[in-house]
């Protein structure tokens, strides 16, 4: 299953778990398609969790490339942003932050202010507002 996945990691013993899973393993995070030390895990974790979790990060990697035309890291709300965008164009703010986890009732402006942060950096047409409704756009 993770066979074709190149993982990176500078801790032993992630990389004798990863070998074991049978995972092709990277000596540079430049090579890799996941850098699992950028990862925040939560341990203990099951091997089920652990290769959705890989499976799950290589996805959105691909979609950062896809997006911004090379690998991008970003802060970890910005992160949240643009993958669901990604997959759900055209929604509203509401529903962005619903699917965030942000809850409704919060007040918050942590979502608007990471998409103005995604904006200032990457250009205001990273993130495209038409009639309320929000998409990714081109960088």
């Known amino acids: 299953m993770l ?13 004798h ?25 939560n341990a203990p974790i099951s091997v089920d969790d652990l290769q959705s979790l890989i499976l799950e990060y290589f996805e959105q990697s691909d979609i950062m490339r896809n ?3 090379r690998d991008v890291i970003l802060p970890k709300l910005q992160h949240k942003i ?6 759900h164009p055209n929604i509203t703010m ?4 619903d699917l965030i986890g942000v809850l409704p009732d919060m007040t918050t402006h942590a979502v608007e202010n ?23 756009g081109r960088v």
């Open 3 to 15: 066979e074709n996945i190149k993982v990176y990691t500078s801790d032993k013993y992630w990389n």
């Open 17 to 41: 778990i990863f070998s074991d899973l049978g995972v092709t393993l990277v000596d540079s995070p430049n090579l890799a398609d996941v850098n699992f030390d950028d990862i925040e895990l």
């Open 67 to 69: 997006v911004f035309g």
């Open 82 to 87: 643009i993958v669901v965008l990604y997959n």
């Open 94 to 97: 509401h529903e962005l932050k």
């Open 114 to 136: 990471a998409v103005y942060q995604l904006r200032k950096v990457y250009g205001y047409d990273i993130i495209q507002n038409i009639d309320g409704r929000y998409k990714i």
